[in-house]
């Protein structure tokens, strides 16, 4: 994820973080460790498809909402 320079407060799972300005929610993912695993992602609401997350960037203020997938039995 790029440095915090000019930076933007998000909500992810209701805690806040610092971002960069410019952050993509694919940048966050990245940097929670959730690349390539089973996941939901809502920016703002809205469901953002896996293909869009690359291009979604994020806004001051902006929740995501993460959700991942867990199996079991």
Known sequence: M???SA??????????LLV???????????SLGLAGRPIA???NEAVVPRARLAGCRL?????LEIVTLV???
């Open 41 to 43: 992602v809502e920016v």
């Open 20 to 30: 960069a300005a410019g952050t993509t929610a694919l940048e966050v993912v990245e």
């Open 2 to 4: 790029p440095t915090a």
């Open 59 to 63: 806004e001051d203020g902006a929740r």
């Open 7 to 16: 930076g933007l407060t998000i909500t992810v799972n209701g805690d806040s």
């Open 71 to 73: 199996g079991g039995g």
